[in-house]
C-alpha cells in the first residue's frame, strides 16, 4: 500500500511539474493544482494510513490516528482553492489584456504564422 501511495505522489508531482513548465496559461494552473494534491497527500500519509480508527483519543479506541495531519490537509485545500481561482482570473485578465495565454506575454513564431 505504501509503495503504491509513494508512486501515486511521485507521478502527480512529475505531471504538475511537466505542466508547469509549459508556456501556456491554462496548464500552469494545471500543473500548480496537480502539485498541490500531491503535497496534500504527502502531508495526509505523514499520519500513518490507519482504516476504521478515530482521529481522537478515547478510551474506548484501541487505536487512533494523528489529526494533525488531517487538519493540515483540509487548511490545505481551501488554501490551494482561492489560489487556483485567483490565478485563472489572473490568467484571464492577462488574456484580455496581452491578446495571447503565453505565460511571457510575448507572441511566439509558431503563433504568427498561423
Do not use: C, W
Amino acid at each position: 500500500m505504501e509503495a503504491l501511495i509513494a508512486l501515486v505522489i511521485g507521478v502527480l508531482t512529475a505531471g504538475g511539474v511537466f505542466l508547469a513548465l509549459r508556456g501556456q496559461t491554462f496548464p500552469v494552473v494545471l500543473g500548480l493544482t496537480l502539485m498541490s494534491y500531491a503535497v496534500n497527500l504527502f502531508l495526509f500519509v505523514m499520519g500513518r494510513l490507519a482504516i476504521g480508527v478515530p482521529p481522537v483519543i478515547s478510551e474506548a479506541a484501541a487505536g487512533y490516528t494523528d489529526p494533525l495531519p488531517q487538519a493540515l490537509v483540509l487548511t490545505a485545500i481551501v488554501i490551494s482553492f482561492g489560489m487556483t481561482a485567483f490565478v485563472i482570473v489572473l490568467a484571464l485578465k492577462a488574456r484580455a489584456e496581452l491578446g495571447n495565454d503565453h505565460v511571457d506575454g510575448l507572441e511566439h513564431e509558431e503563433d504568427r504564422r498561423a
